[in-house]
């Protein structure tokens, strides 16, 4: 992801200085939250590193916690990033409960409530809003310099009126092209007669049923995750749609309405599937 050369110019300061402070002083566990793609983890990071804060992470969220450590008398210590505590399971949230002593942890996420409430209870809290407009210009007019994109400056405000995250806004940017708030709806009440049938309309058969049969019928991989890439994104976008869909036209291969699914024997038995 491009980001912003420093994110903390261009958030408001009622979120920096408890990130600051917290960052100095981190007397209980912390949590980020915020929608995908605000910059949690760019600020969180970019901070640590003007501090000179070592930040731990790995996918296992108690590992993440046992690799950190402790502030030291000259204040250097190494933090446990734990990203995603939205997909935590029960089990890992008892485990980070019963932590004796834990060294500082920040745990990231999307929703408040997902995080259960005793553990928010022992926490201190920062959101992370949505960009405003006047940042969003900014940081895009320095990081279209920056990059030597040289851009539109009705691009960049047509981008900024409309992208509600860093993500989408650097991401459009870069390709010159402009986002979407509207989500289409695709209704999937035809899609087995329409695929078998051989059809293929956007507004009766669902892209990623296309895709599946597609796979089934092996067609090119590398197609495939293409397309998939382009229609998850297509959303959000103008004019990415038309690629994607034109991209899933050519993935369209000869079906039939009995495939003929490859028979497998089970390891210790003897039924087939």
């Not at 999307?110 to 210009?137: D, G, H, N, T, W």
């Not at 695709?186 to 059809?199: M, N, R």
């Not at 597609?214 to 197609?223: E, L, M, Q, T, Y």
């Amino acid at each position: 992801m491009i980001f912003m050369l420093n994110p903390t110019r261009h958030i408001i300061k009622s979120v920096l200085t408890p990130l600051e402070a917290w960052l100095n002083a981190p007397s209980k566990p912390l949590i980020v939250y915020g929608y995908s793609g605000v910059g949690k983890t760019e600020i969180i990071r970019f901070l640590a590193s003007k501090y000179n804060i070592e930040v731990e992470t790995t996918m296992n969220p108690i590992a993440c916690i046992n690799n950190a450590r402790h502030p030291s008398f000259d204040g250097n210590y190494r933090l446990a990033l734990i990203e995603s505590a939205d997909y935590l399971t029960t089990s890992q949230y008892r485990a980070i409960l019963t932590t004796d002593n834990p060294p500082p942890y920040i745990l990231e996420c999307q929703f408040l409530e997902s995080i259960p409430y005793k553990l928010r209870q022992k926490c201190m809290i920062v959101e992370i809003p949505k960009p405003a407009k006047r940042f969003l210009i900014a940081g895009l007019t320095e990081l279209n310099r920056h990059l030597g994109l040289n851009r539109a400056d009705s691009l960049i405000e047509k981008i900024s009126d409309k992208a509600e995250s860093w993500r989408l806004a650097t991401f459009c940017l870069k390709y010159g092209i402009e986002p979407n708030r509207l989500r289409p709806t695709v209704p999937d009440t035809k899609q087995p007669e329409v695929i078998l049938t051989g059809g293929y309309s956007h507004s009766t058969c669902h892209p990623l049923s296309i895709l599946q049969m597609a796979v089934h019928n092996k067609a090119n991989p590398s197609k495939c995750l293409e397309a998939l890439r382009l229609y998850s994104m297509a959303w959000e976008i103008d004019d990415l749609s038309k690629v994607s869909r034109t991209l899933l036209e050519q993935l369209r291969t000869e079906t039939t309405f009995k495939p003929p699914f490859t028979k497998r024997k089970l390891k210790g038995s003897n039924k087939r599937l």
